[in-house]
């Protein structure tokens, strides 16, 4: 078969399966099977011209050609590589024999590579083969899938003779679970990711692949190379089971066949950029609620989360196979629930039946495995009965009074209710027993910080609200800690959390379709008219306290006023900060930081003394940061330089900082001579790595500009800004910048530190003009998921000072770009927050300008802004 020959071939089997006229999954068996042939044809051939015809025949039984990996399975994907083993007898082959053979295999080799073939290819000897199994894991599990290709099958079936009879399959199937975990920690242990690894990613294909693996090894059924059909045949899958995989196998075969094509390589990756065209292969549309890919990505996350199931009870029973015949499996009968009782740490069912007779029992299962914490998991059994049984699950049994109470006992449990509700969320009952969250499970959210479907995040903010209530977990937020145990009741703040974002997808107002759902559930439930109102309240306001406290002016008493009518009472405020807290943590760990940490506490503590009847912001609060920053400082410094400092900042200087950063201005600024002071220091909180700025100078209409011009010039990413204006006129401006070099900040170098100050100051002093900006490339995220930016423009009543408020699509150079306008058009900056939430950026700026009263020059600032801001499609 010629280059041009196998390119044709190969090329027109990839056009039949993007046809439209049938389905990927039903195209996908007969794509991989003509891959195959098509490589099997090219390689044979080439094979027989540069080996069989061009050696003596006396090496005819001293070697075999072996397809091992993927491609010895026989699933050749349009741009994986074609995984071969040269099998040699290294006994009986003469020196001359393999130096004639090597020089054959060269050009073999160089003939396929000319073919266009990707080829990963080894020569071993038999003996060397044998050795290599034992020390590398990869090498053993590739030579499982061995098929046979030419040359001499005698050798090929010796071989694996002897393969078997050396294998230790507890020692393959001990190294192939750590590699499980291994790479399974690599995508945070969900199938949920938003940009999936169809191949690697938990419930992707390698998960499959391990089942066969562990299958073949241990030699399950009558045939060297253990099938789906063998599983089934000897008992290891029912005939459900065994349909159901093999539907979710074939979707994330066609899913990753597409993603080769559509990308021209081997990409795994289900990417933002390839979700549409991938959902277009697959003739999803576009509906009124919900965008095509996101119809695909949820059927991907249905796929992934049975192959998940499956290929946990696989493991189970697999395990019990392994086991030691002394190994103890004694039962032991769970207290309060005599249905079930406990082996192995697994809950296990008294009865095949059980939930058939008793359907109740459905929900005591998981009340039942949150009150045994050694408890683990389930059979096999107990997953097989309750997959059967849950359609039992139907309005009567949602209606009976008595499972409405389990229902809410669930989330009264002591101890173990993230894991319960996990487990209810990967059966399907939590889906069952509230359809509204059965419509949101494996929702996609379009936005620019969420980083796990819907189902997913609700179920983390419920695991982070359980968190406030553990003392080994004070450390990361106290006084989340302290609130919820002065709050007293956190299932109900779990029940807000499971409600909060259930509406999602729906078209509308979640907030307020979500208020409708719980108030409903709530009186359904028998919870109390005060309960009933927490609720609604909780649901319909959980944005509220996040936009409070990144949006409004915290120094303005007004601001705290209005947020105190809002929330009415201390308890809703204590339930409504516990939830924000959560949700926040919950969305993504880039979004959650000691600055919006900060911004909460205050809004929270300035409400609560608000309603006690004290002043929001308190003269003692200031006095007390001022002596708690004065014995941070360093001994020699001069407390009266410190306080004729102070004198030049107003109250909102001393409410935007914590401390610490109060301090370490001071000790900066005190310590210098010279007009403009720099300071540079790595920054650790909350695992976050950064590297803090503090910059103080006389104010100028480019200065702010300037520091973001360096910033762009080295591709540093502004997470956050603190732009500040003194009484005397200086700019005391404080960034958060993310190094693209840096992994761990705590390492960088003083000789760093030093010559950034230097530069830095010497940019201050310039005068030459700017540059003109120009926006960096956007991430695929921000290209699929663009957000439409919304400026508002007010006059401050108080002032001679304008509030721009901006949230628009995080890029790089954005920041720059909006500086420069205000350079351009003589608009002087008085402070900002600047803050970055992931991709997503939402800042205020306080701004004066005499062309400002003149609505000609405010729509000329609007519009420039919003030209930068917007992400052409």
């Known amino acids: 078969m ?38 099997d044809a090219c390689i044979q051939t080439a094979w027989q011209k540069h080996i069989d015809e061009n050696t003596p025949t006396s090496l005819a039984p001293l070697v075999s050609l072996v397809a091992v990996g993927g491609y010895g399975r026989g699933e050749l994907l349009p741009n994986s590589d074609i995984d071969l083993l040269v099998l040699i007898d290294g006994v009986n082959i003469s020196a001359a024999q393999r130096a004639q053979l090597d020089s054959a295999i060269e050009a073999w080799v160089s003939a396929l590579w000319d073919e266009g073939l990707t080829l990963g290819h080894s020569v071993r000897t038999v003996e060397e083969c044998l050795s290599f199994c034992q020390e590398d894991l990869s ?36 190294e192939k679970i750590a590699e499980m975990r291994q790479r399974h920690a ?38 060297h190379r253990t099938s789906w059909q063998d599983l089934r045949d000897t008992g290891w899958l029912s005939t459900e089971q065994w349909r159901l995989l093999q539907r979710c196998e074939n979707w994330l075969l066609a899913m990753r066949a597409h993603l080769h094509i559509l990308s021209r390589r081997a990409e795994n990756r289900v990417l933002f950029d390839l979700q549409g065209s991938v959902a277009e292969a697959f003739s999803f549309k576009n509906t009124p609620g919900k965008r095509a890919s996101e119809l695909l990505m949820q059927r991907y996350y249905l796929s992934a989360k049975t192959i998940s199931l499956r290929c946990t009870l696989f493991l189970q029973k697999f395990d019990h196979l392994m086991s030691p015949p002394t190994s103890s499996h004694t039962p032991h009968r769970v207290k309060d629930f005599p249905d079930f009782f406990v082996v192995d740490n697994l809950l296990n069912i008294a009865r095949d039946d059980v939930f058939i007779e008793k359907p109740h029992l459905l929900l005591d299962l998981f009340l039942a495995y949150a009150s045994r914490p050694d408890v683990t998991g389930l059979t096999s059994r107990t997953w097989d009965a309750l997959l059967k049984a849950r359609h039992y699950i139907n309005p009567d049994f949602r209606r009976d009074p008595a499972n409405r109470q389990r229902f809410i006992e669930i989330f009264k449990c002591p101890d173990g209710i993230t894991h319960t509700l996990r487990l209810m969320n990967q059966t399907g009952i939590l889906g069952r027993y509230l359809p509204a969250f ?44 302290q609130v919820m145990s002065e709050f007293g009741e956190p299932w109900l703040l779990y029940l807000a959390g499971l409600f909060h974002d259930i509406a999602k997808g729906r078209g509308g107002d979640h907030s307020e379709l979500g208020t409708v759902d719980v108030a409903r559930f709530a009186k359904q439930h028998g919870l109390s008219t005060e309960q009933i109102s927490l609720l609604k309240f909780l649901v319909q306001h959980h944005l509220t306290m996040s936009t409070f406290a990144q949006k409004e002016d915290l120094t303005d008493v007004e601001v705290i006023a209005k947020f105190a009518k809002l929330v009415r009472t201390p308890r809703r405020l204590q339930a409504l900060y516990l939830l924000t807290v959560a949700d926040i943590r919950g969305t993504s760990p880039k ?26 912001i308190p003269a003692d609060l200031i006095k007390k940061r001022q002596e708690n920053a004065l014995r941070q400082l360093p001994p020699d410094t001069s407390n009266e330089a410190v306080h004729n400092l102070w004198r030049q900042f107003d109250t909102e200087y001393f409410l935007r900082h914590d401390t610490a950063t109060i301090a370490w201005h001071a000790a900066h600024i005190t310590s210098h001579t010279d007009e403009t002071t720099v300071a540079a220091q790595p920054y650790i909180s909350n695992s976050e790595h950064s590297l803090h700025i503090m910059v103080y100078t006389p104010d100028a209409v480019d200065v702010f500009a300037r520091l973001c011009s360096f910033f762009q010039q080295r591709q540093w990413s502004i997470f956050d800004a603190q732009i500040y204006t003194s009484t005397h006129n200086y700019a005391l401006d404080t960034f958060q910048i993310v190094l693209p070099e840096f992994d761990k900040l705590d390492h960088v170098k003083p000789e760093f530190i030093a010559e950034l100050v230097a530069e830095l100051e010497h940019t201050l002093s ?91 020059h405010m729509a000329q600032l609007e519009e420039e802004i919003i030209k930068v801001c917007t992400v052409e499609n």
């Open 766 to 856: 310039q005068t030459t003009p700017l540059r003109e900006p120009s926006l960096g490339r956007l991430s695929p995220r921000s290209r699929n998921f663009p957000i439409t930016p919304l400026m508002l423009l007010q006059p401050d009543e108080d002032k001679d000072e304008y509030v721009l408020r901006l949230t628009a699509t995080d890029r790089p150079g954005i920041l720059y770009s909006i500086a420069y306008i205000f350079k351009t058009l003589k608009i002087r900056l008085h402070s900002a927050r600047v803050v970055t939430l992931g991709e997503r950026l939402e800042d205020v700026f306080i701004i004066s300008s005499a062309q400002l009263s003149n609505p000609s």
């Open 2 to 39: 010629s280059s041009s020959t196998y390119s044709l071939i190969r090329q027109k089997i990839l056009n039949q399966f993007c046809k439209p006229e049938l389905s990927p999954t039903v195209r996908v068996r007969r794509l991989l099977r003509d891959l195959t042939t098509a490589a």
């Open 438 to 481: 059965r419509h949101i499970v494996g929702q996609m959210q379009h936005d620019l910080f969420h980083i796990y479907t819907v189902d997913q995040h609700i179920l983390t903010v419920i695991r982070n609200l359980r968190r406030f209530t553990l003392e080994e977990h004070i450390h990361h937020h106290e006084l989340a800690n």
């Open 591 to 616: 979004v959650w930081n000691a600055w919006k940490d900060k911004l909460l506490s205050d809004l929270y503590r300035m409400t609560l003394r608000y309603m006690s009847g004290r002043t929001p």
């Open 139 to 174: 090498t053993q599990t590739a030579i499982l899938e061995g098929r046979l290709l030419a040359g001499s099958k005698a050798l090929f079936d010796g071989f694996y003779q002897s393969f078997h009879a050396q294998f230790d399959l507890p020692t393959f199937w001990r």
């Open 186 to 223: 690599k995508f945070a242990d969900t199938p949920y990711s938003l940009e999936p690894n169809c191949k690697e990613s938990p419930g992707g294909l390698r998960d499959l692949h391990l089942m066969l693996w562990l299958a073949r090894a241990a030699r399950i059924g009558n045939t």
